[in-house]
């Protein structure tokens, strides 16, 4: 991250997985860090447990408590801030980035490996839900 952030490149990194057990000083520390490297974005993004790990049987966290550290986020760094998934919650909390991606990681018990390649949310959904929270493209 040091050398990204000392090249011409822009550094992105994330408050990631975040699960039930971390507490509010473990991200508070961990956004000081990614704050010193002065990213040019920073993302909140939940963890998915999957079935069959050590945290395969935990709850999940809210998308009440990804926006709640994406504010935080946004407040400690003046930063642009993403929330993984997208949620009107987040967006409403300065949020002004998601990631409506794809993957071939089996993240969670929805995952078809038939449908890797596919968008896992709707474009035009997220990109309502940002303009009716005030963002503009």
């Keep these: 991250m040091r050398a ?3 090249s011409p490149l822009n550094l992105t990194c994330g408050v990631d997985p975040i699960g039930i057990e971390h507490t509010d000083e473990e991200i508070a520390d961990i956004i ?3 704050r010193s490297f002065d990213p040019a974005s920073i993302c909140s993004m939940k963890r998915v447990n999957a ?3 050590p945290v395969g049987d935990l709850e999940e966290v809210s998308d009440r408590r990804i926006a709640q550290i994406a504010a935080v986020i946004r407040f400690a760094s003046h930063r642009n ?3 993984v998934p997208p949620s009107k919650i987040a967006m409403q909390w300065g949020a002004s980035g998601t990631s409506i991606g794809t ?3 089996p993240r969670d ?3 078809d490996p038939s ?3 596919r968008w896992r949310f709707d474009h035009d959904k ?3 839900d940002f303009l009716d929270c005030g963002y503009t493209f």
Aim: proline content about 0%; some cysteine; glycine content about 12%.
């Design 4 to 6: 990204i952030s000392e």
């Design 126 to 128: 997220v990109r309502q």
């Design 103 to 105: 993957g071939a990681n």
């Design 51 to 53: 079935k069959g790990t």
């Design 109 to 111: 018990s929805i995952h």
């Design 32 to 34: 000081c860090t990614l």
């Design 81 to 83: 801030v993403s929330a």
């Design 115 to 117: 449908t890797v390649g």
